[in-house]
T-cell receptor, first 114, second 116 residues
């Protein structure tokens, strides 16, 4: 596709359930990023994939959060045993992976844990 | 320590006023890149501009202009003759050149409201 695609756009889940959020980056982009944005807040970095390098997981808030990127393309962010504080918009972005290149963002997945 | 600071949390202006959004960054790299993004109420972040550390020339694009000053580590964004459609959250970001790939450091954003 032309841009970064995220699915689902909205997800409501019960506390304690696991959720998977999907990100389809722009074709050819080697770098992929996940951010979290709580209501009215800034962007909280979660994880960064760059090519075949080990991902930078330094932003994951707990071991309930994990992400993988298969074949250097699609990425899945998994949240296990969801908590109400996990409610937020989860944003995915991709870039060409060079320092001088901008990131392009998807529309985000709005996660609500009830 | 915050690598990118946007001290203005919220700004309100009346339509047609000029407004400047401040961005101060911190890095030890000599090569780095600065970005501005706009997040309208629809939620998707839209890329506005990229500057590299070797080019301090100010840039103008229509009603938008950017002032990059290495001496003060600032990359400020001015909207001239603001319009209601400019209402959004604006984020400044930094990417450091010494690292392979690029990790972005975002500021906390400035929420701009343009009142008709």
């Amino acid at each position: 596709g032309a841009g970064v695609s995220q699915s689902p756009s909205n997800k409501v889940t019960e506390k304690g359930k696991d959720v998977e959020l999907r990100c389809d980056p722009i074709s050819g982009h080697t770098a992929l990023y996940w951010y979290r944005q709580s209501l009215g807040q800034g962007l909280e970095f979660l994880i960064y994939f760059q090519g075949n390098s080990a991902p930078d997981k330094s932003g994951l808030p707990s071991d309930r959060f994990s992400a993988e990127r298969t074949g250097g393309s699609v990425s899945t962010l998994t949240i296990q045993r969801t908590q109400q504080e996990d409610s937020a918009v989860y944003l995915c972005a991709s870039s060409l992976g060079q320092a001088n290149t901008e990131a392009f963002f998807g529309q985000g997945t709005r996660l609500t844990v009830v | 320590a915050q690598k990118v600071t946007q001290a203005q949390t919220e700004i309100s202006v009346v339509e047609k006023e000029d407004v400047t959004l401040d961005c101060v960054y911190e890095t030890r790299d000599t090569t780095y890149y600065l970005f501005w993004y706009k997040q309208p109420p629809s939620g998707e972040l839209v890329f506005l501009i990229r500057r590299n550390s070797f080019d301090e020339q100010n840039e103008i694009s229509g009603r938008y202009s950017w002032n990059f000053q290495k001496s003060t580590s600032s990359f400020n964004f001015t909207i001239t003759a603001s319009q209601v459609v400019d209402s959004a959250v604006y984020f400044c970001a930094l990417s450091e050149g010494r690292r392979a790939g690029n990790q972005f450091y975002f500021g906390t954003g400035t929420s701009l409201t343009v009142i008709p």
